[in-house]
């Protein structure tokens, strides 16, 4: 079993940075492919960014492409999403999920969440 508890900031300016972490309880941390997902009000889930459990391989839609960044510190047992250049149709619900494979959209444990707020 695996919980994760998302944290950072919540309210940022267009055009201006936030960056949202995960820690995750439990062990072997690294062997879990690690995501992020938003789901903005009215809408469905979206993929945000995934990353394996070494770190070597990391996705990203061609929504957040070249803006966001996912990392990760398998000591920490964190993952993390750096989020630059944010619009306002960045503001949703974030939302940190671990499963078997970054290149799978099915993970097996997430997150409560994190509003995140872009104002124009």
């Known amino acids: 079993q695996v919980q994760l508890v998302e944290s950072g900031e919540r309210v940022v300016q267009a055009g201006g940075s936030l960056k949202l972490s995960c820690v995750a309880s439990?062990?072997?941390?690294?062997?879990?492919?690690m995501a992020w997902f938003r789901q903005a009000p009215g809408k469905e889930r979206e993929f945000v960014a995934s990353i394996g459990g070494s770190g070597d391989r990391r996705f990203y839609p061609n929504s957040v492409k070249d803006r966001f960044t996912i990392s990760r510190d398998n000591a920490k047992n964190t993952v993390y999403l750096q989020m630059n250049s944010l619009k306002p149709e960045d503001t949703a619900v974030y939302y940190c999920a671990a499963g078997a494979s970054e290149l799978s959209t099915l993970y097996d444990y997430w997150g409560q969440g994190i509003q995140v707020t872009v104002s124009s």
């Open positions: 439990g062990r072997a941390f690294s062997n879990y492919a």
